[in-house]
């Protein structure tokens, strides 16, 4: 799947699945959109940025996406192909996932989903306010 047609998808799962659409918050980064979640928590990140700034060799601008994840998985994550330190957020809590087809869709829609249960807590306290 090419890049761009690879962030098209991800972004129409996050509508499908969660009903949210990206927000561009930032007139320098006009293609850095954010995800929010109903407690208005950002759970995913979807920018353009340099490869090198990611560590990567001089590849041009790559599309990625950076999603939560528990911080028990990261190191099994950045040992995955396509998946590297999130760029500008808590290394520990967050992965950055390359949308370039080395990380296969079925792959980022269940990051994305893990990242989204991770962030929304409006979902845990129904579910903990329901139980008592």
């Known amino acids: ?3 761009k ?6 972004l129409e799962f996050a509508e499908e699945r969660f009903g949210t659409k990206p927000e561009y918050l930032w007139s320098r980064t ?14 995913a990140i979807i920018m353009n940025v340099d490869g090198r700034k990611i560590g990567l060799p001089d590849t041009g601008k790559l599309d990625i996406i950076n999603v939560k994840c528990s911080h028990l998985m990261t190191g099994s994550l950045l040992a995955m192909k396509g998946i590297v330190p999130a760029y500008h957020m808590n290394k520990n ?15 980022v829609t269940a990051l994305l989903e893990m990242s989204h249960e991770l962030v929304d807590r409006t979902k845990k306290k129904a579910k903990n ?4």
Do not use: F, T
């Open 30 to 43: 006009p293609d850095c959109g954010v995800l929010r979640c109903g407690n208005n928590k950002w759970y």
């Open 5 to 10: 047609k690879m962030k098209e998808a991800v």
């Open 1 to 3: 799947m090419a890049e």
């Open 129 to 132: 306010a329901a139980s008592e």
């Open 93 to 107: 809590n967050w992965v950055s996932v390359l949308l370039d087809g080395s990380v296969d869709i079925g792959q």
